[in-house]
């Protein structure tokens, strides 16, 4: 258990007002948690204390070498007032084995928890309560030590900060247009895929821009080797529905292992329909599409939950998918998760953590 200090805010800053668009991750609410880390003492001095800019060397070692880890989560405000999270033992777990990939210390599980779930308690007025709105929590460590040499930093510092989000998609489940990207690699087996570190999203970024430009919406990524085989979309996980059976990339090492993945796949079982973690070829792919066995395409993360693909491009190739509308069971599993989410239906799975 840790001993957290609470520092009370002079003034609270004006929260949004009932209906206002939150966008994502632009408003930041008043308190953050913070906690240190330094070699031979651990983690120590943790704190919720008013949101402000922290003071760092130019020297520190996070702005050269690029040693971070973040987590990205949320919390739920259901009809009755009452807050819930949703599997936060399951990010915990990842956030530490990212730190192991990163040659950062670990934070233990129960401690993350408890840092995310206090901050979130004193923020409660700050989840919004507009349908579909929540509260994105994004913990993550930084390395501080000033020095330039290329080694693991010997201090750390451990933040968590809230901002309370809109609903992803405004007017209900939209499809998105997915650009699959035949130059650019990701991650390779070895490397960092699995973990969630900045430096994958830094060298991301240049494949986004490009599928932006030619007007999609989200980069899927092929296997790092042989630039064959699915791996994942931007930041969320996939899903392939092909003549009834539910298929998604196995997790390889060069995948994140989305919370949102797992729970749909437990979810889908529960469901009697089959579901194979395997390899799957862009090549299984085109043909499944092409004798129109491909029904579904949805990507799977925190933020949107549920994102159904309604366009896929791959070199001249473009495929519609399911008429670019959304697939049944897609809507199904959003609406499952939601609701199991903001405490609205049974949860048979456990999930659901209140605070
Ligand atoms: C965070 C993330 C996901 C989705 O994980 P969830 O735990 O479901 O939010 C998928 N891919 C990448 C690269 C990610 O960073």
């Known amino acids: ?9 002079k003034q609270l800053k004006q929260k949004p007002a009932k209906g206002q668009p939150l966008g994502f991750g632009k408003i930041f609410t008043d308190y953050m948690f913070t906690m240190k880390y330094t070699e031979g003492k651990g983690w120590h001095d943790p704190v919720i204390e008013p949101y402000h800019n922290i003071e760092l060397s130019p020297a520190a070692m996070v702005f050269h070498y690029g040693q971070e880890m973040f987590e990205g989560l949320k919390a739920y405000k259901g009809a009755d007032g009452k807050v819930f999270l949703f599997r936060p033992d399951m990010n915990a777990k990842r956030a530490n084995r990212s730190n192991d990939r990163l040659c950062i210390p670990n934070i233990p599980v129960e401690d993350f928890v408890q ?8 923020e409660k007025d700050w989840i919004p309560e507009d349908e579909g709105t929540s509260l994105y929590i994004r913990p993550f460590v930084i390395a501080t030590d000033d020095f330039l040499g290329v080694a693991p930093s010997k201090t750390y510092l451990f933040m968590v900060i809230l901002s309370p989000s809109g609903a992803y998609y405004e007017s209900g489940l939209a499809p998105v247009g997915i650009w699959i990207e035949d130059e650019y690699v990701r991650a390779v087996k070895g490397g960092t895929g699995f973990a969630k570190t900045g430096g994958n999203y830094a060298s991301s970024l240049i494949a986004q821009v490009k599928a932006h430009d030619e007007g999609f919406s989200q980069v899927l990524w092929l296997d790092g080797v042989e630039r064959k085989y699915i791996e994942e979309v931007g930041a969320m996980n996939i899903f392939f529905k092909i003549d009834g059976k539910v298929i998604t990339p196995a997790i390889n090492g060069s995948i994140l292992p989305g919370v949102t993945r797992d729970s749909v796949i437990n979810l889908v079982k529960s469901w009697g329909i089959t579901v194979e973690e395997r390899k799957i070829s862009v090549e299984e ?4 599409q092409h004798s129109g066995k491909l029904e579904e395409v949805f990507g799977t993360g925190t933020a949107a939950v549920i994102s159904p693909v309604g366009k896929l491009r791959y ?3 473009v495929m519609t998918i399911n008429d670019g509308s959304i697939g049944k069971l897609s809507q199904k599993i959003y609406d499952t998760i939601t609701g199991i989410q903001w405490g609205k239906i049974d949860d048979p799975f456990g999930w659901r953590v209140e605070l």
Request: no cysteine; hydrophobic share 60%; net charge negative.
């Open 285 to 288: 792919l085109l043909e499944a």
């Open 1 to 9: 258990m840790l001993d957290i200090k609470f520092i009370k805010a």
């Open 115 to 122: 840092a995310v779930s206090e901050l979130v308690k004193v």
């Open 315 to 317: 070199m001249d190739e």
